[in-house]
């Protein structure tokens, strides 16, 4: 059983305006998986209803401000017992993804040019992370 | 065939997979050396056209200089068709009229590589190909970009015409699946896009003032003209090949890539992730979706086994011929068996637009049809064109009102004249439209019946035609289960006629059909599933027992096992079995 799986996750900032016209700004998860898969969605729903704004009714995991982001990674880490995530922005994905040609050096984005947030707890408390993580 | 002279021994073994022959058709000519295109077309053994697609970026290495084998011979297009007609073999040119995912730089030459294009979420957009090359895609969006295009398409169309080439050329629009749904790849949201489109809100401003006025009122109206703006351009790519190309010009194909979404680049850098039964479901809806499927992108390993088993089962050398030859109906090809579709879900030209989804679903109508008639409906993204010819009584034809232009609209009317069925949403639709139906149905002194389930439902007949109307937004605001029903009661009154299939989660089938021949006159036709087991587990399917049907046999049993029963035809399938059942259908 491998329990040293990272965890990716790949966030955009948003500018819009809510429907009042007001100017709101936003950072949005996009991706968000390790080298065997996505996380599923109960994970994720799961952790991030922690952190849902009340009222809010869609699916996207959307947070003010990247203090909260990195919050969300952290508790979604012991969640699911990873040592470590990387948070990166789609700007520098596409700083990384300029300087690569091959899928080796693909795979290493998110290492160098993402911020790594460990879990405090170490990472290795629960054994059956792959049910806990993926479909 | 003639075989140019050359004495062959035994006869030709076809590969499983050829990087030069990578899958349906394709001929990547400048994957091998000139000197071996020869041998590789003698290699090939289906009857149908070969694709060549053109790779600008090789015809072209620096501006304004253009090489079709005056100076390398692996740019040599002349002697590429000259081999082939010597052999026998017809070669059908592919102009991509977008960015081509399994070439660098996305074909573009490499003086053009400027402006990577952009995902809707923001993310430069990288293709992984079948040899796990990454493949970048640049912007056609920059104005160098079309006007480098429009100078290659038209030495390309002058060289063809010099060369004296009597074959096809087909635009390419290559895209993939999203979510179900088609995107093109020159859908881009980069900068090189962001600037046109301001320079096109200014040409607007000059043409249009009282467009700029709404805008400034309404922001949502800045997605319509971005809209507007990208088929403009598309438009002008696909304009300026067909003037430089025009006695060969034979129409715009839709190719859709398996492993092709932006998306997918995290599942195929990891080896762990990627399996060759995720392209199933994919592979299906692209078929659903009315596409020429492409599985060039898929390494060799992907393809293997179950998944290359269905490839070939499916994308057969008619379902081709019918989308080269623009027919909407493949019946015509009586002797090979085509998709069997019940269902046509007209969208239009909709693949940016972001309520397809609400439309498509939120009346729970594709929900109903991926429950009850998976991979039965076609959900078709151009406008309704009424032809004398159309097969209309199998085909239950699906509108909805806020898509539906008064154009479409007089071409549904003459499909209800001639004994067409027609489901219309009403929801959205043109003022105008209603009043001309109304109206319409009032002229003709035509049967209507007016019922309330769940929404307004008006039915009109004539004949075999058949016009129902009902509100999809009412539709949408029912709970799952009462949607299901709402179709289950609409479609059951249609009496369509097919065999249930029960099947074990992870297996996949399909539906085809052909007519019958001179020793199968006892049946109207015959209908043939498919069915593939991509899965690692022993998985069973039934096929349930209808008056109207008689099993005749099974065809390419790999792995799977049939055993007759009072209920039906019970199927175990192996890890990767696959097998076809045929059934004659009799009235």
Same mark, same amino acid.
């Given at each position: 059983m491998r329990n040293n799986l990272h965890l990716n996750i790949l966030y955009q900032f948003v500018e819009s305006e809510d429907s009042a016209g007001n100017n709101i700004s936003f950072y949005k998860i996009i991706h968000f998986f390790s080298e065997v898969g996505v996380v599923t969605t109960t994970t994720l729903k799961k952790v991030y209803d922690n952190y849902r704004p009340p009222g809010a009714v869609s699916d996207d995991c959307l947070f003010s401000s990247l203090d909260q982001l990195g919050h969300f990674a952290i508790d979604i880490c012991k969640e699911v017992s990873a040592p470590e995530v990387f948070l990166l922005s789609?700007? /520098?994905?596409?700083?990384?993804? /300029?300087?690569?040609? /091959?899928?080796?050096?693909?795979?290493?984005?998110?290492?160098?040019?993402?911020?790594?947030?460990e879990n405090p707890d170490g990472g290795h408390r629960k054994k059956n992370i792959f049910g806990k993580l993926f479909n | 065939m003639d075989d140019g002279g050359f004495l062959q021994l035994t006869t030709p073994e076809v590969k499983e997979y050829d990087t030069v022959f990578p899958g349906e058709n394709w001929f990547f000519y400048w994957r091998t050396s000139p000197s071996l295109w020869e041998t590789k077309l003698r290699e090939y053994q289906d009857s149908s056209p070969i694709f060549v697609p053109i790779y600008w970026g090789l015809h072209s290495e620096h501006p304004d200089q253009f090489d079709f084998g005056e100076y390398r011979p692996e740019a040599d297009l002349k002697r590429l068709f000259t081999l082939a007609k010597s052999l026998g073999r017809e070669l059908t040119i592919v102009l991509p009229t977008t960015p081509s995912p399994f070439l660098p730089s996305g074909g573009v030459p490499a003086y053009l590589a400027r402006t990577i294009m952009m995902s809707e979420e923001g993310m430069g957009v990288s293709i992984v190909d079948s040899e796990g090359r990454l493949n970048k895609l640049f912007s056609f969006y920059d104005p160098r970009t079309f006007q480098s295009f429009r100078k290659f398409t038209y030495h390309l169309g002058q060289f063809i015409t010099q060369s004296g080439f009597n074959c096809e050329v087909f635009g390419a629009d290559f895209g993939y699946l999203s979510n179900g749904l088609y995107k093109s790849y020159f859908d881009d949201k980069s900068i090189a896009f962001e600037q046109g489109f301001n320079r096109y809100l200014k040409q607007i401003e000059i043409t249009e003032p009282e467009r700029i006025e709404q805008l400034k009122e309404n922001h949502h109206l800045e997605e319509t003209l971005k809209i507007d703006y990208a088929i403009l351009i598309k438009n002008l790519y696909t304009d300026s090949a067909v003037e430089a190309i025009p006695a060969n010009w034979a129409g715009v194909l839709k190719f859709a890539h398996l492993g092709g979404a932006p998306e997918d680049i995290f599942a195929r850098t990891n080896d762990m992730w990627e399996h060759h039964g995720d392209f199933f479901k994919p592979f299906f809806n692209i078929l659903v979706n009315d596409l020429l499927p492409s599985s060039v992108l898929l390494s060799p390993g992907l393809k293997k086994g179950v998944l290359q088993k269905a490839l070939k089962d499916i994308v057969s050398s008619s379902l081709i011929t019918s989308h080269l030859d623009n027919s909407l109906y493949e019946d015509d090809l009586v002797t090979s068996f085509n998709p069997l579709i019940f269902f046509n879900i007209y969208v239009g030209d909709t693949s940016q637009q972001k309520n397809l989804e609400f439309l498509l679903n939120g009346g729970g109508l594709r929900y109903y049809f991926d429950r009850e008639y998976h991979w039965m409906y076609r959900i078709l993204h151009s406008s309704f064109r009424y032809k004398p010819d159309f097969d209309q009584e199998e085909i239950i034809h699906f509108f909805f009102g806020s898509l539906l232009t008064l154009e479409d609209f007089n071409h549904v009317l003459r499909l209800f004249m001639n004994g067409g069925r027609v489901f219309i949403d009403i929801d959205g639709l043109d003022e105008e439209i209603s009043k001309k139906l109304s109206v319409f149905l009032t002229e003709n002194s035509i049967d209507t019946e007016k019922i309330n389930f769940m929404t307004p439902i008006v039915k009109a007949q004539l004949g075999e035609g058949l016009i129902i109307t009902y509100d999809n937004k009412k539709l949408s605001e029912v709970g799952l289960m009462k949607k299901i029903g709402f179709w289950e009661t609409m479609i059951k009154f249609l009496k369509l006629n097919n065999l249930k299939v029960q099947i074990d989660e992870g297996l996949y089938y399909m539906w085809k059909h052909?007519?019958?021949?001179?020793?199968?006159?006892?049946?109207?036709?015959?209908?043939?599933?498919? *069915?593939?087991?991509?899965?690692?587990?022993?998985?069973?399917?039934? *096929?349930?027992?209808?008056?109207?049907?008689?099993?005749?046999?099974? @065809?390419?049993? *790999?792995?799977?096992? @049939?055993?007759?029963?009072? *209920?039906?035809?019970?199927?175990?399938?192996?890890?990767?079995?696959?097998i076809s059942l045929d059934f004659g259908y009799f009235e």
């Open positions: 789609a700007q /520098d994905y596409n700083i990384g993804l /300029d300087s690569c040609n /091959d899928i080796r050096s693909f795979k290493e984005i998110f290492r160098r040019y993402g911020t790594s947030i | 052909r007519s019958s021949n001179t020793y199968e006159l006892n049946y109207e036709e015959i209908r043939r599933v498919s *069915i593939y087991n991509p899965t690692s587990y022993k998985k069973k399917s039934t *096929i349930l027992s209808s008056k109207n049907y008689a099993f005749l046999k099974t @065809v390419d049993e *790999i792995n799977a096992q @049939v055993k007759s029963t009072p *209920i039906g035809v019970d199927i175990e399938l192996m890890p990767g079995a696959s």
